[in-house]
């Protein structure tokens, strides 16, 4: 299916952000531009809006009950896994 995007939207990050978007929820244009719409008048993150997130490469529900993965910790996570030498380890979070 071909969408003209710039016909949706004038500024190219508006044009960028519903590509995205619609690319990676599956959703039709009309409720990713409904997204973009909420997140621009209340300021609300998109993973909230959306309801999901990626973390490490997995999915995770999102509500603003909880509070969003940060990339910053995905790389922490990596650091860890890279410094474990395949023993068992016990991992304590606080």
Partial sequence: MFIDFNNIYRNTYSQSLLKWLWK????????????IELHEKSNTPFEYIVG???FYGRRFVV???????RPETEQLVELVLES??????????L
């Avoid at 990676?24 to 997204?35: A, D, P």
């Avoid at 474990?84 to 380890?89: C, H, L, P, Q, R």
């Fill in 24 to 35: 990676e929820s599956g959703e039709s244009v009309v409720v990713c531009k409904e997204w």
């Fill in 52 to 54: 999901a997130t990626e």
């Fill in 84 to 93: 474990i030498d395949g023993s068992e380890k016990t991992l304590l979070e």
């Fill in 63 to 69: 509500t603003p009950d909880v509070l969003i993965p």
